[in-house]
């Protein structure tokens, strides 16, 4: 049995329900992250923008780069923020932050960008947009594992550097400024 091209009794294509539930996703998560106030949970709704984000590209027809997406902002980026949050001392902000008495100018500024990129959407042949934008999976590995290994390794053994570096400064003795400090 096959399943309709459109949602039953409507004209709506499961495409355009699916691309609008990502970009819900991705905006709840994304207004989650700036909002909320344990930081976990900041992280949390973090992986889940960058998940929306990846099914968004997957639906554009760029597999590439969605998995770049899910592997390095995903599983490197997003988990390394969370341990070192989770190896910090507390988990929670302050009841007023710094940024928070900066709301009303950050409102002015979000409104005219948001009027400058409607404008450019508006304005943007997308037709000839997306004619022009063709990435093969094979040609892009076979350029990053030939032309640019090196670089790919330096980073590679960067990030573990850093790593390393994390784990040596979170298992370090305390010392008697640390034990006298309240918890």
């Known amino acids: 049995m096959n399943a309709p091209d459109t ?17 819900a996703m991705l905006l709840v998560s994304a207004i989650l992250v700036v909002t909320l106030r344990d930081i976990i949970r900041c992280g949390i709704a973090l992986m889940a923008a960058f998940a929306a984000l990846a099914g968004i ?4 027809g760029d597999p590439i780069v969605a998995a770049t997406q899910v592997l390095v902002y995903i599983g490197a980026i997003s988990v390394l923020i969370l341990f070192a949050i989770m190896l910090t001392q507390t988990k929670a902000g302050p009841t007023r ?9 950050a409102a002015i500024a979000s409104i005219i960008l948001a009027v400058i990129l409607g404008l450019v959407i508006s304005a943007t042949d997308w037709g000839a ?11 892009m590995a076979k350029v990053l594992f030939n032309d640019y290994v090196l670089p790919f390794e330096v980073v590679s053994v960067l990030l573990l550097a850093a790593v390393i570096g994390g784990i ?8 008697a400024a640390d034990e006298a ?3």
């Open 129 to 139: 947009a997306g004619k022009t934008v063709a990435t093969v999976t094979a040609e």
């Open 181 to 183: 400090r309240p918890r």
């Open 7 to 23: 949602v039953p009794f409507t004209s709506i294509a499961w495409g355009d329900v699916l691309f609008v539930a990502l970009s």
């Open 57 to 60: 590209y997957v639906m554009l």
């Open 97 to 105: 932050l710094v940024f928070q008495t900066q709301a009303v100018p």
């Open 168 to 175: 040596y400064l979170a298992k370090r003795e305390p010392d």
